[in-house]
């Protein structure tokens, strides 16, 4: 079963605007929800994360946002930039800390 | 220095044959994992060891087998190979056990079962 989704598979943005990836999940007991950013060719890597009691977590460029109302959170990047050109997976945890779902990933190109 | 390193990136091979993947870790963290990540693009778990001892053994084939001889390394041993274990596996590494996440991922080995 597919606890972790994100509905689109690709998004493409102008350098300098802002990129949206969203993610959605469907256990309210999910308590920890992580973004990740993966190249071609390279493993996953971690970019930012947010406690289920937060609703907001900026990091730089990055801001996740969680509505644990509508099990939904985002990802915003602002500005964009072409190095930002990669696929783009969110992850939840449950409490236990054992079960980690990824999504499918989001393929974002942002164009020069 | 790469952090989480797998090796081989790449393994062809036929159906019916053994083989293993090896992957370490210099970032001196506890705990590993071995995902996998099918046709579909999911990214799902396969194990989990932490301090060389096995921690999460999600529901998949015992033709697969976790070893850790240290806590630097999981390799992971996959016998009479089919056309479904064709997939990339990345492992992966985390600083402590529950509420842990993986962290950093190795480059995956990408396996191909003809």
């Known amino acids: 079963d597919q606890q972790v989704k994100q509905n689109s598979p690709s998004l493409s943005v102008q350098e300098g605007r802002i990129s949206i990836l969203n993610c959605d999940y469907t256990n309210s007991m999910f308590d920890y929800f992580l973004w990740y950013k993966k190249y071609p060719a390279e493993g996953p890597t971690f970019l930012i994360s947010i406690s289920s009691i937060k609703d907001k977590n900026e990091d730089g460029r990055f801001t996740v946002f969680l509505n644990k109302s509508a099990k939904h959170l985002s990802l915003h990047i602002v500005p964009s930039q072409p190095g930002d050109s990669a696929v783009y997976f969110c992850?939840?945890?449950?409490?236990?800390?054992?079960?980690?779902?990824f999504g499918t990933g989001t393929s974002l190109t942002v164009i020069p | 220095d790469t952090a989480v390193s797998q090796t081989p990136k790449y393994l062809v091979t036929q159906m019916g044959n053994d083989k293993s993947i090896k992957c370490e870790q210099n970032l001196g963290h506890d705990t590993m994992y071995w995902y996998k990540q099918d046709s579909k693009k999911f990214l799902k778990i396969m194990f989990s060891?932490?301090?060389?001892?096995?921690?999460i053994n999600e529901t998949v084939p015992n033709r697969f087998s976790p070893k850790s001889p240290d806590k630097a390394h999981l390799n992971l041993h996959i016998n009479s190979l089919e056309l479904g274990d064709s997939a990339v596996y990345f492992c992966?590494?985390?600083?402590?056990?529950?509420?842990?996440?993986?962290?950093?991922f190795g480059p995956g080995t990408r396996l191909l079962v003809l």
């Open positions: 992966a590494s985390s600083q402590v056990v529950g509420g842990a996440f993986p962290r950093y």
């Open positions: 992850a939840a945890s449950g409490n236990t800390g054992n079960q980690f779902y």
């Open positions: 060891y932490n301090n060389k001892e096995l921690i």
